[in-house]
């Protein structure tokens, strides 16, 4: 069980790196998005709509993954099974590729630049700044590494030195849970209140672990401290922590105009921009090494 567990881990981390992504039509973010589109409309009880949206959704997908891994009955299968599944739930190369691109584009390109963020984030960009643009980048890229790579890490190493099954499944109804809180948790859909609350219930440990990872990383872990004192101000409860450390660490200023900001030093250039993608690549790496180590333990 640790090798198949550690082997599945081995397998994600080698995919990401070969093809970013799998394909759209079979992505897990996709799927699960046809299935919600239809019920993401207005509801005559909305609280209960959406709890029942929040809870059953991510049970769906993580029961499915566990009874197709739970098929499998050779090692070898299971571990390629359970790897493909944890690819397909997280994501570090298309993470720092797109976030190189916006960065790249923002000092040639400003126009170009502002419709590539929409890859990264939802804020309006056509009033921003390039370094507001990059802003926005580095952000990006420290929010989607907890959520998009170490939170399904995380939930599969824990649980997979018990059942590979499992922890496939524990990554998916990780994925799902996130993905829910993207499309649902927004203060004008009643309707997504209960998904967005879970996503900030499941996302609290995850957060806070990948703010030490790129503490690590920076081979800084001072910026803790440094963070904590303006992590509390995004309006996400979680968000902040990695925003925060990855910006003490740069010694930069990050900043949703006129929601807030996290103020360590100037906006960030072109090459403080590409230094975060650095940053959160190696901590994305350490992250799959320590996912490998934990389910073989």
């Known amino acids: 069980m640790p090798v198949v567990a550690t082997a ?21 973010v ?63 190369r298309m993470l720092t590729d797109e976030a190189r691109r916006v960065v790249s584009l923002s000092a040639t390109d400003l126009p170009a630049a502002r419709t590539a963020l929409r890859s990264l984030a939802g804020r309006d960009a056509r009033s921003l700044s390039a370094a507001e643009i990059r802003s926005a980048a580095v952000e990006s890229l420290a929010e989607n590494l907890a959520d998009g790579l170490v939170a399904p890490l995380a939930a599969f190493a824990v649980v997979a030195p018990v059942s590979v099954a499992g922890g496939a499944a524990a990554a998916a109804w990780v994925k799902a849970v996130n993905t829910l809180d993207s499309m649902l948790g927004y203060p004008d859909k009643p309707h997504g209140a209960a998904s967005a609350r879970l996503d900030d219930l499941v996302m609290w440990f995850p957060a806070r672990l990948t703010a030490l990872l790129i503490a690590l ?26 925003m925060a450390t990855l910006a003490a660490a740069l010694d930069v200023r990050l900043t949703k105009p006129g929601v807030y900001a996290l103020d360590f030093g100037p906006l960030p250039t072109t090459d403080d921009a590409h230094r975060a993608e650095r940053v959160v690549t190696r901590a994305g790496l350490l992250a799959f090494a320590l996912a490998g180590v934990m389910a073989w333990f």
């Open 8 to 28: 599945a881990v081995g397998v994600a981390a080698l995919l990401d790196r070969l093809f970013a992504e799998p394909p759209a039509r079979i992505h897990p």
């Open 30 to 92: 996709t799927l699960v998005g046809r299935v919600v589109a239809p019920l993401d409309r207005s509801w005559p009880a909305p609280a209960l709509v959406g709890a029942f949206v929040a809870v059953g959704v991510p049970l769906v997908a993580g029961g499915v993954v566990f009874g197709l891994v739970r098929l499998v009955r050779l090692p070898a299968f299971a571990a390629l099974l359970a790897g493909l599944v944890l690819f397909s739930t997280t994501s570090l």
């Open 217 to 242: 990383v920076a081979g800084d872990p001072g910026v803790l401290a440094r963070a904590r004192g303006q992590a509390s101000r995004p309006p996400s409860p979680n968000s902040g922590w990695p």
